[in-house]
């Protein structure tokens, strides 16, 4: 932790480093005092940022790894026994909102921008007789592997591979291979940056660049 250097540093210390930690404590303690009917489990230190909620009506279950960032404005929805489990040294900036019914897995380290939804499910809408809203949900689990990044405002209602990239004002309906930058909506394959053999029909990088 960033210790002040002088006087003028102690006010700037209040502020960002102790009444951080302390809200942020507070906040836990609040979580953990109102989720005792479903499991709730925070593994090692994590920052609750302003705005954190919860929203775990019935048994569901959000385990969250050690070192994670809540920054602002986090949401989780938790219907009946869905499952989110958040990785160590995960990133939510501001405005990240998860909604899962059945499960949402993210791997340790990954990043998600400002706005960013991440959602298991959609809304049917093709019967021409019924209200959308009365025709139920169509779910996917959803996995997200170790080391990706998602850029601001962006829709994830699929899986995305470790270490890709999903660029910004995306809205990923398809899976996202792993090393691979995808951005678009909907979100498509267009760059591929790792060691091994890159999936059909996407470039590596180098050959991208020239």
Known sequence: ???????????????????????????????????????????????????????????????????????RDFRCEIAGAGEVVIGDGCNFTYGVTIQCSTSVEIGDNCTFAQGTLIVDGSHRFRDPDRPHLAQGYDYRPIRIGAGATVMSKCTIAADIGEHAMVGANSVVTRPVPPYTLAFGAPARPVEYFGRGTPPPGVPRSEDRRR
């Not at 540093?9 to 009917?37: G, I």
């Not at 709730?40 to 919860?54: A, D």
């Open 1 to 71: 932790m960033i210790r002040p250097h002088g006087w003028r540093d102690l006010p700037w210390y209040l502020r960002y480093r102790v009444a951080a930690d302390v809200a942020s404590r507070v906040r836990l303690l609040a979580v953990r005092a109102t989720h005792q009917h479903c499991r709730v489990e925070f593994k090692g230190p994590v920052r609750l940022g302003p705005g954190f909620s919860l929203d775990i009506p019935g048994p569901g279950v959000l385990i969250v790894g050690s070192g994670v960032d809540f920054r």
